[in-house]
């Protein structure tokens, strides 16, 4: 190593230990969306300022949130993003998400049409694909689960209705809420989507489930189907 590459390094080194020693006193408070990114991006590329990949990321993606929220195959394209770094922050995304999840699971009751849509609409900020998800339901309108059923678009035959069954029925669900979000910017059904609802409805009532609703999420906003008369129940 020259001596050009050795004072680099010192200095990308002290940068990173002032991240560090201002986030050990304040956490992330004070921080602005680049530095963030750069404290994480530390842990995953040594040797190297991280500063412009940072702000290529945030360029790319457009805030924090969707960088977190950006599959690894898109962050990789990114210049300066390896395998590895796409890993740590697409897997920092999903730990939120599963965080989110898991505090309010079995501790939340939902029994109305706007309590379903909050609760719900979060999963979808950021996101740019589309996701589904399958909320379980107890007797109480408790929550027993959330979980992701699949990525891409929501249909039969992504999203077979056996496995909207299942996913129920291993939840013992009395009733469920389905949602997929849009990442055009509308909130408006498809017919596609209409039709699949419709159906999805009769086939759960084979095994005694009820589908209550099916919400269509956009940016952290919902859609009731049900409230908007959509749904034939």
């Known amino acids: 190593m020259n001596g050009a590459e050795q004072k680099a390094e010192n200095i990308h080194s002290g940068h990173r230990q002032r991240?560090?020693?201002?986030?050990l006193r304040g956490g992330l408070t004070a921080f602005s969306d680049v530095e963030a990114l750069e404290l994480l991006l530390g842990y995953a590329i040594s040797r190297r300022d991280v500063n412009p990949i940072?702000?290529?990321?945030?360029?790319?993606?457009?805030?924090?949130?969707?960088?977190?929220?950006?599959?690894?195959?898109q962050l990789v394209r990114v210049p300066g993003i390896g395998e590895r770094s796409a890993v740590l922050i697409h897997l920092v995304g999903e730990l939120w998400h599963k965080s989110e999840n898991s505090r309010f699971e079995n501790k939340v009751f939902l029994r109305s049409t706007?309590?379903?849509?909050?609760?719900?609409?979060?999963?979808?900020?950021?996101?740019?694909?589309?996701?589904?998800?399958?909320?379980?339901?107890?007797?109480?309108?408790?929550?027993?689960?959330?979980?992701?059923?699949?990525?891409?678009?929501?249909?039969?035959?992504?999203?077979?209705?056996?496995?909207?069954?299942?996913?129920?029925?291993?939840?013992?669900?009395?009733?469920?809420?389905?949602?997929?979000?849009?990442?055009?910017?509308?909130?408006?059904?498809?017919?596609d989507d209409l039709e699949y609802t419709r159906d999805a409805v009769r086939a759960l009532r084979l095994v005694d489930v009820i589908l209550t609703d099916h919400m269509i999420l956009c940016d952290g906003n919902y859609l009731s189907m049900r409230a908007s008369h959509m749904m034939d129940l």
Request: neutral net charge.
């Open 114 to 191: 706007q309590e379903l849509g909050e609760y719900l609409a979060s999963r979808s900020a950021g996101l740019r694909e589309e996701r589904a998800w399958l909320l379980s339901l107890d007797a109480k309108c408790k929550v027993i689960e959330c979980r992701e059923l699949c990525r891409g678009a929501v249909n039969a035959v992504n999203l077979p209705f056996r496995k909207l069954a299942e996913a129920a029925l291993m939840a013992n669900a009395s009733t469920v809420v389905l949602a997929h979000n849009h990442t055009t910017g509308t909130m408006i059904p498809s017919l």
């Open 54 to 73: 940072a702000h290529a990321l945030l360029q790319e993606f457009g805030d924090l949130s969707r960088v977190l929220d950006a599959p690894i195959a």
């Open 19 to 23: 991240l560090l020693a201002s986030y």
